[in-house]
């Protein structure tokens, strides 16, 4: 088996449509599910958020719709985007983090375009976790201490977006690095070519 991190924020359609997708990766491969405050992420590597530039905002979420109409999966936008992510992530942290789990959240979200932050959207991301008190399990210590700890340990692994895959420290950062990740299972040597060591430490030629 093959051990691999999956690191998502629910605030981000990339992650559920490459979830789509899992059906396609090996089995060999053992997906450990991370969820993470992407927030974290843009504010310690110094980044906006894609929806935080208005002409890539407009891009992205007809990206997203273009792509789940290829995969021929349900998408639906919740009415605001962004918004607060955090009582979704605590509930998926709270019932266990699984794969499951994060797919009942993810339906919710985008499957029927419920607004997450919303009281209704709490309500149905509980019920879809089978979390009977959704507000204890959003403000238990344990919850957000696991939470924060995911953040912390995605920057050590040097994840600077979300959905990230990290394989024997290697990153795979986005759906459309899928396929790039498929082919470095195959070939764990990829990244060990001459022309792949060169690009990977080239010198900073300007910085601004």
């Known amino acids: 088996m093959t051990e691999a991190k999956w690191y998502f924020d629910f605030i981000s359609p990339f992650a559920y449509l490459q979830l789509a997708r899992f059906s396609t990766l090996p089995g060999s491969l053992e997906i450990t599910a991370v969820p993470v ?20 905002r407009c891009f992205v979420y007809r990206f997203f719709q273009w ?3 290829r995969l021929d999966i349900p998408f639906a936008m919740p009415p605001r985007h962004p918004y607060n992510p955090l009582p979704s992530l605590r509930l998926c942290v709270a019932a266990g983090a699984q794969i499951d789990h994060v797919r009942a959240v993810y339906d919710v979200i985008y499957g029927q375009g419920i607004q997450p932050d919303s009281p209704k959207g709490i309500q149905a991301i509980a019920k879809a976790l089978d979390i009977t008190d959704s507000e204890a ?13 995911n953040t912390e340990r995605a920057i050590k692994d040097g994840v600077f977006g979300v959905p990230s895959f990290v394989v024997n ?18 070939n764990p040597a990829l990244f060990q070519t001459s022309e792949m060591k060169r690009i990977s430490n080239m010198p900073m030629g300007k910085t601004r």
Do not use: C, S
């Open 169 to 186: 420290r290697e990153i795979f950062w986005g759906g459309d690095a899928t396929d790039m990740l498929l082919d470095y299972l195959d």
């Open 67 to 69: 792509n789940a109409d």
């Open 137 to 149: 399990a959003i403000n238990d210590p344990d919850v957000k201490a696991t939470l924060r700890v």
């Open 37 to 56: 405050v992407f927030a974290g992420l843009l504010t310690h590597w110094g980044q906006l958020g894609p929806a935080e530039i208005p002409p890539k």
